[in-house]
């Protein structure tokens, strides 16, 4: 019987692709030539146009008083928004994986709710409460509070769209989890503070890095939101993106062109940091999968 069975031939495990070489290559081909189009030719021109007139132009656009205005509200922005959304995500996300309470699917859907709103119509919205006009308009007026045209407005819009990120990437992983460890690690005498910091942060790790780059990303990139509640008050209220924008409406193409570039190096930036932890993060989701 075994000469028989050495005998026979292995049998190939079926293929799911199904389509000739030929297909393929047409394929792979319109999806390099639209990447060529619609990505790398755009983001070269941005570079190419920055470097029109040479690195002492290009220099100089970021030395001017506007630009670095700009460059620290954008800062400032992202430092605040992020960790809020951060802390958020985790609790929000923990709540929805590990725990049964009444009005759980109603959470999960206010969360996804930023993606469902244009970023134009949040600011507008936040214009409506805390404008002049707006809703608690007259009161912040009286005790001298200024939201919309300042800094606080800026950073409710840049929190409301970037609101999902942490808390999207987080539950599926949490859910997938399980509690089986933190069940243990309870069972053990640990407390529930303790679990958390020993057993399931450092097992969500990874995706909660990439969730925090993705999140500062569209926090430092927002531009229709924060259009809407900042004012456009030069070298006060203009973030990155809205600094771009008047210097490119002036035909001051080269400096436009170079603070554009600042954003583009940072989305460059984010996608080799994307790609390095997905490969990270695949790698732990395998060694957990074989445990």
Not at 114 to 135: A, E, R, T
Not at 198 to 206: D, H, K
Not at 240 to 259: G, K, M, Q, R, T
């Amino acid at each position: 019987m075994s000469e028989i069975a050495t005998e026979l031939p292995r049998q190939q495990p079926a293929s799911v692709v199904t389509e000739g070489g030929l297909v393929r290559g047409l394929l792979i081909a319109v999806a390099i030539v639209f990447l060529a189009l619609f990505l790398v030719l755009p983001l070269a021109t941005v570079f190419a146009q920055a470097l029109a007139k040479g690195w002492d132009a290009y220099i100089a656009a970021f030395h001017e008083p506007d630009a670095q205005s700009a460059i620290r509200l954008t800062l400032i922005t992202a430092a605040i928004a992020v960790p809020f959304n951060l802390v958020f995500g985790i609790m929000a996300s923990w709540a929805i994986a590990k725990f049964e309470f009444t009005g759980k699917n109603l959470l999960v859907t206010l969360i996804d709710l930023p993606f469902s709103v244009s970023p134009v119509v949040s600011g507008l919205i936040y214009v409506l409460v805390f404008g002049s006009q707006g809703l608690l308009g007259p009161w912040l007026l009286d005790h001298d509070i200024q939201i919309i045209f300042a800094l606080p407005g800026i950073v409710l819009a840049t929190i409301f769209v970037t609101f999902p990120f942490v808390a999207r990437q987080l539950i599926p992983l949490m859910q997938e989890q399980g509690t089986a460890e933190e069940e243990a690690a309870l069972t053990l005498g640990a407390s529930g503070w303790h679990a958390f910091r020993t057993v399931t942060l450092p097992n969500i790790r990874w995706g909660l890095l990439y969730s925090v780059l993705l999140c500062n990303a569209r926090a430092m990139g927002e531009f229709g939101a924060v259009s809407v509640v900042s004012g456009h008050i030069r070298g006060l209220t203009n973030t990155l993106p809205l600094h771009v924008e008047i210097l490119y409406n002036e035909y001051n193409f080269v400096a436009s062109f170079a603070v554009a570039s600042l954003l583009a190096g940072l989305a460059l930036v984010t996608l080799g940091l994307k790609s390095l932890l997905e490969w990270r993060y695949a790698g732990d989701i395998a060694a957990s999968g074989r445990h």
